[in-house]
Nanobody, 117 residues
């Protein structure tokens, strides 16, 4: 069974930065890809960024391109999301996701990010 635990959320002022981490139980090389999604109040969950855990290629939603960076640490079995130049519209619960042909899709419990002055 795969477990994902997010950390690093919090309250930050507009223009500030936060770094989210997703720690996986076991080797993340098992997954085809890992990514971050977010869900704001009253809205559907949306995709933010994804990384191919084996080759490290990344893809971003247009709304965060140039501000957010997703990365992986194979030694620590973690995937991180560095968020810079945060805007109030980035406020949401952020979820980590792992995709595997064998294990299916796994979600973390989510971490709250609030951007407000």
């Amino acid at each position: 069974q795969v477990q994902l635990v997010e950390s690093g959320g919090g309250l930050v002022q507009p223009g500030g930065s936060l770094r989210l981490s997703c720690s996986a139980s076991g080797n993340i090389f098992r997954f085809n890809a890992m990514g971050w999604y977010r869900q704001a109040p009253g809205k559907q969950r949306e995709w933010v960024a994804v990384i191919n855990t084996r080759v490290g290629t990344t893809t971003y939603a247009d709304s965060v391109k140039g501000r957010f960076t997703i990365s992986r640490d194979l030694a620590k079995n973690t995937v991180s999301l560095q968020m810079n130049s945060l805007k109030p519209e980035d406020t949401a619960v952020y979820y980590c996701n792992a995709q595997s042909d064998l294990l299916g899709s796994t979600w973390g419990q989510g971490t709250q990010v609030t951007v407000s002055s």
